[in-house]
């Protein structure tokens, strides 16, 4: 089954990986820093090594965002997304795993889950 994990963060702190860069990331000591970016680089040779990643990747801030909509026949494109939301999309794991208690298990072993959220969305075939 194939998963889409979405790791969220907040748009004023916006760098990778996210979790570095929150507040309470920021206030970690050094190794619990380094901790969490080795238990990053950890899941994603795992995840490497066992196949089930297909991919991950980081994605730029929404400043750099453009919005596309047709209506009528008309493209309209803006600035975006304007969205009221504190969280917005960081990044993706495109995942490929037996079970959705393992895309789970997964999401929770991203750092990010402990500062922001990691949505698990299953992908339809």
Known sequence: MKYLLLIHSNPVTWAHPSFLHTEEG???PKKAREALTAQLNDLLKELNASGELIRAVPLDP?????VVRVREGVRATTDGPYSEAKEQLAGVFLIDVASP???EEI????PEAQFVAVEVR???N
Do not use: C, H, Y
């Open 26 to 28: 920021k206030l970690l």
């Open 62 to 66: 929404p400043a750099k965002t453009r």
């Open 101 to 103: 208690e393992r895309a």
């Open 107 to 110: 999401a929770a072993t991203i």
């Open 122 to 124: 299953p992908v339809s």
